[in-house]
């Protein structure tokens, strides 16, 4: 980078005087927007191209680097950059050098041991030949042999008795002595080859002092302070021209800011187009969103909107209405049932159902006699053959009037068994004051909350009771309407503000 340093310089001999030098130089402003970022298809910016071209810039920085540690190696008299192929040969040579020092150092302790060997072993040589010597001066015989040979003569003449008994005792006696003094013989070839041995031991040592490994290491080492030598000499040379290394330096460092500020620029734009990339992506998927929101969010409103109309037109409808048919099914019914005695009433409660239910009621033609014989029982059955549906729309979401009313009571259709039954009561002459209800006509009554008939003498008192019944539900009806109507209203004012409040904290999130 930027360089602006005080160096001292010192002249070809080491002894130098100090100077200070001062260059600067100014580093290059950023401009990112002058990078061209290439990209993908679709706009998005090629990171693999990116990187080769930053790699591309790192090489260059390297190299640069190198020649800026090398001019500043030489002005400041460390002698070329170790990065350098000078630096480099130098470190090689020098570790050479050590190591070679090394093994001279090895090799003259070595040496020295060896002399201390051979002056070891020149002395027990010395030694040995004096002991040899003081051993062959007390004997007249140098050998084994020598001493066997005269110890058969002995015994041969002592054998042969033309010695005198003087001669034999002093010839036994000899062979006695040299017998004795034979392994003092022994020991001279024991001597000697010791001896023998020491001088070979001395003659190998004398041989390894002028090793040709010695000679080889020594000169070796000359031809590395030699090439040291050159190396150092155009050191020199080369710091001869001082001020051309301060401007080679301070060019260096402008292009080596220049690199780095190249280097930063390409990071920013990449940087930059890669943001601007992932926020417009980022845009898109919120607007999608906010489509797929606002979509959703009508739908919801058309639904809640015809679900709230539907409340409206079910809260709307008039109340007991299902009820209200159900009591003039049930009074058309009985009064046909008493035997005409509600006749009277007949017409009027057909208009009036065909007024409330909208249709006109299919009403079954009984036979009086047929139907409430005389001791006719209340029939019970097994099987479910009711005619009559308490239908009710509650926790369910209503489809129409019709789930909202339910199914009105039909006593038009009587059944096989019910036929059965009416003709067995009739052909009883025990069942005469007994009244046969079915099944369906009681559940109906029982929804109203009107005891059934107990027999046929009752009848008048449930009619009077369903006349009752449905003039509460005619006098009601509008009342319980109307409060249908509100309740309705509140609710879904209730649910309005609710739903204004949930987006409110929704919008604050």
Do not use: W
């Not at 109906?444 to 009619?463: E, H, Q």
């Amino acid at each position: 980078m930027a360089d602006i340093a005080a160096t001292t310089a010192t002249n070809g001999n080491g002894n130098g005087s100090a100077a200070t030098e001062k260059k600067t130089h100014d580093r290059p402003a950023g401009n990112p927007d002058a990078v061209e970022i290439a990209k993908l298809a679709g706009g998005k910016p090629d990171a693999a191209a990116n990187t080769a071209e930053l790699d591309k810039l790192s090489k260059s920085i390297d190299a640069v680097q190198k020649e800026l540690n090398q001019v500043r190696s030489l002005l400041s008299g460390a002698g070329p950059s170790k990065d350098s192929p000078a630096g480099i040969r130098r470190a090689e040579l020098r570790s050479e050098l050590d190591a070679l020092r090394n093994q001279q150092a090895g090799s003259k302790g070595a040496r020295g041991k060896t002399l201390d060997d051979l002056r070891t072993l020149q002395d027990s040589i010395g030694k040995k030949i004096k002991d040899l010597q003081h051993a062959k001066s007390k004997t007249q015989y140098k050998s084994a042999a020598d001493v066997d040979a005269r110890i058969q003569r002995l015994e041969a003449q002592v054998e042969s008795g033309s010695m005198k008994l003087v001669e034999e005792k002093k010839a036994l006696f000899e062979i006695s002595q040299l017998r004795k003094n034979r392994k003092v013989v022994e020991n001279f070839d024991t001597l000697q080859a010791s001896i023998d041995a020491d001088r070979a031991q001395v003659d190998q040592l004398k041989s390894t002092l002028d090793s040709p490994e010695a000679k080889a290491l020594n000169k070796r080492y000359d031809e590395i302070k030699a090439e040291l030598d050159a190396i150092q000499a155009e050191q020199d040379k080369q710091a001869g021209s001082r001020g051309k290394l301060l401007d080679q330096r301070t060019q260096l460092s402008s292009q080596l800011d220049a690199l780095y500020q190249t280097r930063r620029d390409r990071q920013a734009a990449f940087r930059a187009a890669n943001d601007t990339f992932y926020a417009k992506l980022n845009q898109e998927r919120e607007r999608r969103v906010q489509k797929q929101r606002e979509e959703r969010a009508a739908h919801e409103a058309e639904k809640r909107k015809e679900h709230e109309q539907q409340l409206r037109e079910d809260a709307a409808l008039p109340a007991f209405a299902k009820e209200i048919e159900d009591c003039d099914v049930l009074i058309s019914y009985f009064s046909k049932s008493a035997g005409g005695a509600a006749g009277d009433d007949k017409k009027d409660v057909g208009v009036e159902a065909k007024a409330v239910g909208g249709k006109a009621l299919n009403l079954r033609q009984v036979n009086s006699d047929a139907m409430v014989p005389k001791g006719a029982v209340l029939r019970t059955k097994n099987e479910d053959d009711e005619t009559y549906f308490a239908g009710s729309a509650k926790n369910r979401k209503p489809k129409g009037r019709a789930s909202k009313r339910g199914v009105p009571l039909d006593l038009a259709a009587p059944s096989a068994e019910d036929d059965e039954n009416a003709a067995a009561a009739a052909a009883s002459p025990a069942s005469e004051g007994k009244l046969n209800v079915p099944l369906g006509t009681l559940s109906a009554l029982l929804a109203l909350s009107i005891p059934p008939p107990a027999n046929a003498a009752d009848v008048g008192r449930v009619v009077e009771n369903l006349k009752l019944k449905k003039q509460y539900f005619v006098s009601n009806q509008a009342r319980v309407t109307k409060e249908n109507v509100e309740r309705v209203e509140k609710m879904l004012a209730k649910a309005s503000v609710e739903d204004k409040e949930d987006k409110a904290e929704a919008a604050q999130a």
